[in-house]
């Protein structure tokens, strides 16, 4: 592990003095390219510096330890040392996880889906809260979401509803996500007081650049129409809604949430373009037989991977076994309570994997 921080921190001295350099400056690409990875390597240097510290510290603390001194000043001294190993200990680990293997997709922004399944009307509502969930929670991270397609129900729920979270690192949190997310509740047009079960999928796709998925426009059909509103009434006179067909395989995007149908357009060009970069990452995962099912974050959709509870105000992540009587603040947009342990265990997992 040490020699591996050596030589990143060789690498991160190299690029602070060619930041320096008129030359670099100069040229924008260039600087860009090695600004982003100095931006990288920042937090594990930092991070080792301060281990190198604590180890000069302890050793200085240990030489003290071998002379003849006082009892009171060696007593100072065997409490040093222990603070300095428990400080060694606690860099250490935090060093091993920097060292993991990053998600090449942790610093984009998402493309999210999310739908309504067994339930109904509640079951849209449900959705519905979902929605909120995300988009306070994306207040608190200063990310920024934008609706590329909805369609609500009469009541205010969702049927399904496809929405960008810009920012940056938005993936390395919100890809934990992914499945199914049930709820346990008294509907409110239930008269009988009976709680029933309802559920909706939610889709994390990593943001796709242009160059990571080339989309020939010929293997696309466009057609425009005009969108609608709740219960299917028209909303809009003008055809601005676009859908496109991705002819090979077979993928339909919508879109209709801007007057503008060049706007549409351009949106649904970045949903499709995340969808095929999904499809590719499926089939390459599949080709490493199974790594990715070791993983919390490993996205399956299918999965059942959370339960609202508001009888009893709980919320269960049934991947990691936690269970939280925080209901409320939760929806209210902390979901960070939820993803901080998914984080904790999903890096746990990997350590194992790698020790």
């Known amino acids: 592990m040490l020699k591996k921080l050596e030589k990143l921190e060789e690498k991160y001295n190299e690029i602070n003095e060619l930041l320096s350099k008129t030359e670099i400056i ?35 603390t240990l030489e003290m330890l071998e002379e003849d001194n006082e009892e009171e000043f060696k007593q100072m001294l065997l409490e040093e040392k222990s603070k300095l190993q428990q400080q060694q200990d606690i860099l250490e680990e935090e060093l091993k996880v920097l060292l993991l293997p990053r998600d090449p997709n942790d610093e984009k922004s998402v493309i999210m889906e999310i739908r309504a399944g067994t339930g109904g009307e509640e079951a849209a509502l449900f959705a519905a809260d979902l929605f909120r969930m995300y988009t306070r929670y994306a207040e608190y991270q200063g990310w920024k979401i934008d609706i590329m397609d909805s369609h609500y129900t009469d009541i205010g729920g969702i049927k399904e509803l496809v929405f960008v979270v810009d920012g940056h690192g938005a993936y390395s949190k919100l890809k934990y996500e ?10 409110a047009t239930e008269s009988g007081g009976r709680i029933h079960t309802s559920a909706a999928t939610v889709a994390v796709l990593p943001e796709a650049e242009e160059v990571e998925v080339e989309i020939d426009p010929n293997e696309i059909r466009v057609d425009v129409y005009c969108s609608s509103g709740p219960g299917g009434q028209s909303v809009n006179t003008t055809q601005s809604a676009v859908r496109l067909t991705h002819i090979p395989s077979g993928l339909v995007v919508t879109c209709q949430d801007e007057k503008s149908q060049h706007k549409n357009k351009a949106k649904a060009l970045r949903v499709l373009r995340a969808r095929l970069k999904e499809i590719a990452e499926e089939e390459k995962n599949a080709e490493m037989a199974g790594t990715r099912k070791n993983q919390v974050g490993s996205g399956d959709r299918s999965e ?26 939760i929806l209210a947009g902390q ?21």
């Open 304 to 329: 059942r991977i959370r339960t609202y509870n508001f009888p009893q105000g709980r919320v269960s992540d049934h991947r990691i076994n936690l269970t939280l009587h925080k209901l409320d603040i």
């Open 178 to 187: 992914s499945g199914v997310h049930r709820v346990q509740r008294i509907p």
């Open 26 to 60: 100069n040229d924008q690409s260039q600087y860009q390219k090695y600004a982003k990875t100095h931006a990288e390597l920042s937090e594990i240097i930092g991070k080792y510096r301060d281990y190198k510290s604590v180890l000069q510290e302890l050793k200085d």
């Open 335 to 355: 979901l960070k309570e939820v993803i901080e342990p998914l984080i904790a265990h999903d890096q746990a997992e990997r350590l194992k994997q790698v020790e």
